[in-house]
């Protein structure tokens, strides 16, 4: 129970960190969040570069047919059928982060067995990045509902026990 207390103090501490932050400079914490995306968008980008590769030196092809390949195999279209907009796709939902992370490892793999480090930190990069992706964003959606709509629907805020807190509930009598 100590550790909850002890974590949940730290989290809303850097909350208020980085909320004054923001009110303080909003241009730079602007600025920081796209350099962040930036970053995050090169490395995806060059993670795709070496996976393509290496698929494309595995099938024996070059890199464009190799890419079109993979483009098509993960392909989604959008369909309408009895009037309602559907999204369809040659792989079902349940199967395209394995099959992704299975790449990613192929390449790992591949980039080890050669003695080459550095595209092995990138895929590994994008393997972590590719399964912590829900819980990062099940967690940032959670808080900021949280934080807007506190008592929207039915959802009543998470009660934090404190030790040292008394509570009561108090009524007036009426004369």
């Known amino acids: 129970m100590c550790s909850l207390q002890g974590t949940y103090l730290q989290e809303t501490t850097i909350l208020r960190f980085l909320l004054k932050a923001a009110i303080a400079s909003p241009r730079l914490i602007i600025a920081v969040a796209l350099v962040v995306l930036l970053v995050l968008a090169g490395t995806m980008t060059y993670t795709g570069f070496l996976v393509i590769g290496v698929l494309a ?100 805020p998470r009660k934090h026990t404190d030790d040292t807190v008394i509570e009561g509930e108090f009524r007036e009598k009426k004369d």
Do not use: E
């Not at 067995?113 to 959670?142: E, H, K, N």
């Open 57 to 156: 030196d595995y099938l024996g092809t070059g890199r464009f047919v190799a890419g079109l390949l993979v483009g098509g195999l993960f392909a989604r279209f959008p369909w309408i059928r009895n009037g309602k907009l559907r999204i369809v796709g040659l792989l079902p939902k349940p199967v395209r982060r394995p099959l992704i992370v299975s790449l990613l490892a192929l390449c790992s793999l591949h980039f080890v067995w050669q003695g080459d480090y550095v595209p092995v930190l990138f895929t590994g990069f994008a393997v972590a990045f590719l399964l912590s992706y829900p819980w990062l964003r099940r967690a940032v959606v959670d808080r900021m509902s949280a934080s807007m709509f506190t008592f929207a629907g039915g959802r009543h």
